[in-house]
Each structure stands twice: as structure tokens, then as C-alpha cells.
């Protein structure tokens, strides 16, 4: 009997662009889409996307696409948040160079999660991953965060920022990011906001300038826990997420949110590549 799930051959065989192997072979794409109550698998390369403004909002636009997203250019400038002018199918997320300025993409329309987080002992697999890369890693230049996130963090509350690109803001989130002070270092982030403290793991990824990654989360479900994987690999048991610990926001509703924010160091056209986003999780 069919699994449902898809094929992607040997890890040995992937290319740069595609979803790792590791991550995504035990995902049943096929018995999700055939019967939701399954699940849900959301898949965006942005080959099949439009930006339109959104009407009434000279700050915010609609990204039409394989996933329909809400984008938010703090500046009022459109052109902050642009497909590539080719067939790569790339979304770019650019800053005008001054602090704070947040320019983002969520899932939701920044209301309502898509997303409900692992929960210990339901057994119910996840998975996420992004292929991104940004075009500066000066200290002081930016911050950016790539993950989950609850509801209503596209701007009012900074993009997952606290206010400036220094830290993350005390919401639930779930993902990566770069701190304005953390330089090349994108860091595994968590935080169940209330209980405990905010969680980080320094270290793990190196970014260099215009040069994509693949970052993502499978949850194992025999041991309750997320492995993080750079690339297709996993990183190993120094990275990975106890989904049973206080600090992490299980059972939560959240949004896909991809941003950007400038930080004191910022300059025009800055910019943060988003190739594809992929995630998924079983009912």
C-alpha cells in the first residue's frame, strides 16, 4: 500500500535548490492533499506569484502565489518587497536603509495561525524549511527571522523584533535569526512567551553574503524532539529542540512569517532572497 509520501531518492543526490531528503522523505504530501484531514503541506517557490498592493494599505501587499501571503513594507516603498525580474522565482525582501524599517511576509494575513506547533507525546510529525539568503552580514546592518511565529507579527510588533533589530520581541516563535549584533551567526531561536526563558543556540550556522542556505525542523516523534537541519544535514543532538520543555511554545497557533529589519548600521538595498518555503504537519 501507498504510504503517500514522495520520492526524492538518495540524500547523495540532491541539488542546491531542492527540499532536503532528510527533512521531507517520510512527509505523505500525497495523502495530505487527497484527504486534509490528514494534514497540511504548504509548498511556495514563488514561480507562480504576483505582489499587488492591498487596497486601503499603502503599506501593505498581497503576494499571490502557491502560498497566499500578506507582505508589509513599513516605508510606504513597494518596491521594498519584489519578485526577481527572471524565471528563478525569487522574492526579495529589501530595506531603504533605515533603522527599525520592517519589511515581511506572513501567512494568515497576519490574524489567525496556519500552523499548529508540536505537541508532547501526540505523535503528530512536522516538518519546515526555507532556502534564503541575505546580501550583508556587517554587524549592525540588519536582523531577519525565519520560521513560525504567532499571529500579528508581520509589523506592529517588529517582525518577531522587540522593537529594533537588537532582539526578539516576548511573543511565541519558533525558527532562525539574525540579531543586528550577531554579524554571519543566524541562530536557532524559541520562545513560549510567559513561561520560562526565551531559548537560543548560537554557533550552528554561518551565513556568508549572497549565498543561499537551507534551514529547516523535522520532528522526531519517538523522542519529542525537532532536528535542525543546514543544507539537507542534521545538525546533530547540540541542536536539537526538546518540544517538551517549558520554554517551547507547543499547541500554538502560528503563522509562517519571513522578515527583515534594519538595524543602526543599515544601508539601502540590504536585502534578504527568499527562493522557496516549505511546511507541513500531521493532524
Known sequence: MSTGNVTYGSAAAVTARMPSPKIWADCPVLTFLSDPSKGIHLFDDFKNSAVSPAMANTDRLNVSGDINWMGIVETDDVADLILKADDSGILKLESDGQDQDVTAITTGYNLAGIINTPKK????????EARVNVSTITTGNLG?????????????NGGVFGGDAAALAAVDYLGFAVLEGDGDDLTIVYNEAGAGTAQSDTGEITLAVDTFVRVGLRLD??????HVYLNGVDLGADAEIDI???????DTDMDVIIS??????????DHLEIDWVRVAIEY
Open 260 to 269: 527583515l529589519i534594519g538595524g543602526s548600521g543599515a544601508s539601502d538595498a
Open 244 to 250: 517538551s520543555t517549558i520554554n517551547f511554545p507547543s
Open 144 to 156: 531577519l527571522f525565519v520560521g513560525l511565529a504567532q499571529p500579528g507579527e508581520a509589523k506592529d
Open 221 to 226: 516523534v519517538d523522542s519529542d524532539k525537532i
Open 121 to 128: 507525546g501526540e505523535g503528530k510529525r512536522f516538518w519546515f
